[in-house]
């Protein structure tokens, strides 16, 4: 099954924290799974840890990234047109931009969520928690 990690599943994940579900975690080290990772994701975590915005990575940014990819086997998901022609369209019950386009390229795709957020309730996608 392929799942899309929203940002702070990811970091949740990466750093060990208790935050993540047991649920989540049983998908995400399931090697049956695909796991994946957007590139809105990667671009929201550096925007935040240059703005030191509450984000305070153990190593550098680019060596971040490319270490947690490796070592879980996370693909990456692309941004397309497909799925921003699907952020214009969406209703405003979400307003974070990043989320917005996670949302769109889970119903482009066709991949359920792992994430928390339950402003993800009210599209018609999967979410897993």
């Known amino acids: 099954m392929k799942y899309l990690l929203d940002t702070s599943s990811f970091l949740w994940f990466v750093y060990d924290d208790n935050r993540l579900s047991t649920g989540a975690v049983e998908r995400i080290l399931d090697s049956t799974n695909e796991i994946y990772l957007s590139l ?3 671009w929201e975590i550096a925007i935040k840890a240059n703005l030191r915005r509450g984000l305070a990575l ?3 940014f680019p ?3 490319d270490h947690h990819l490796s070592a879980n086997r996370f693909r990456l998901l ?3 047109v497909s799925h921003l022609k699907v952020v214009a369209a969406l209703p405003l019950h979400h307003r974070d931009p990043f ?3 996670l949302i769109a390229q889970s119903q ?3 991949i359920p969520v792992i ?3 339950t402003a993800f309730d009210h599209y018609p996608v999967q979410r897993v928690w």
Do not use: G, Q, W
Request: net charge negative; proline share 5%.
């Open 40 to 42: 809105a994701s990667i």
């Open 78 to 80: 692309d941004i397309n």
């Open 58 to 60: 153990r190593r550098p």
């Open 99 to 101: 989320d917005r386009l």
């Open 115 to 117: 994430t928390s957020d």
């Open 108 to 110: 482009v795709e066709n």
């Open 63 to 65: 060596e971040f990234i």
